[in-house]
């Protein structure tokens, strides 16, 4: 079974720090970009990052540059983000996904077609 | 940053109705966009990708269209399994980008 499975959240002060985890079975990890998304409570979704498959690669959203890393292990099938200097706006459920890429005239298209079931990372004093 | 802006923010259907979401692009991302489902305390299940793609076991009642700055995510013959909210996501270029969701409520 293709599944993707998230742990590391839980309530950190501000300015605090957390790793993330995700680890991947049922299919081949590194032939995959990864990505992940959060949730604010009550609020939409929104792209936090992904990684190549080889870990070459990796992009931001803007507001977590410099604060955010996210990694890959191959080896482990695992995904992970480290976050620190955590900000009240950063308290979201935290999902991982496979970013899959499919082949259409020439060109690669995405789409984000596995997920886990998400971590909740909550900052607060 | 390219912004991506749905249409409308919420609507009401009933068991049977076909209803249209609208996405609209801050610049042209060509057909590079999903659209998603979320389902309250669930995680987002993926039902199109390039525009109009239908993903691998999604129903055919869903459907996608649209290139460069608009596009629709159309639902025929709405199921009571539908109601949900619809999110569309930019992976033209980074970073990418979520519209702000369409929730769709029975009537």
């Known amino acids: 079974e293709v599944q993707l499975v998230e742990s590391g959240g839980g309530l950190v002060h501000p300015w605090g720090a957390l790793r993330l985890s995700c680890a991947a079975s049922g299919f081949t990890f590194s032939g995959h970009w990864m990505s992940w998304v959060r949730q604010a409570p009550g609020k939409g979704l929104e792209w936090v990052a992904n990684i190549k498959p080889d870990g070459s690669e990796k992009h931001y959203v803007d507001s977590v540059k410099g604060r955010f890393t996210i990694s890959r292990d191959n080896a482990k099938n695992s995904l992970y983000l480290q976050i620190n200097s955590l900000r009240g706006e950063d308290t979201a459920v935290y999902y991982c996904?496979?970013?899959?890429?499919?082949?259409?005239?020439?060109?690669?298209?995405?789409?984000?077609?596995?997920w886990g079931q998400g971590t909740t990372v909550t900052v607060s004093s | 940053a390219i912004q991506m802006t749905q249409s409308p923010s919420s609507l009401s259907a009933a068991v049977g109705d076909s209803v249209t979401i609208t996405c609209r692009a801050s610049q042209g991302i060509r057909n590079d966009l999903g659209w998603y489902q979320q389902k309250p305390g669930r995680a987002p299940k993926l039902l199109i990708y390039?525009?109009?793609s239908l993903q691998s076991g999604v129903p055919s009642r869903f459907s996608g269209s649209g290139s460069g700055t608009d596009f629709t995510l159309t639902i025929t013959s709405l199921q009571p399994e539908d109601f949900a909210t619809y999110y569309c996501l930019q992976d033209y270029n980074y970073p990418w980008s979520f519209g702000q969701g369409t929730r769709v409520e029975i009537k």
């Open positions: 390039a525009a109009s």
């Open positions: 996904a496979r970013a899959s890429r499919w082949p259409i005239s020439g060109y690669f298209y995405y789409g984000m077609d596995v």
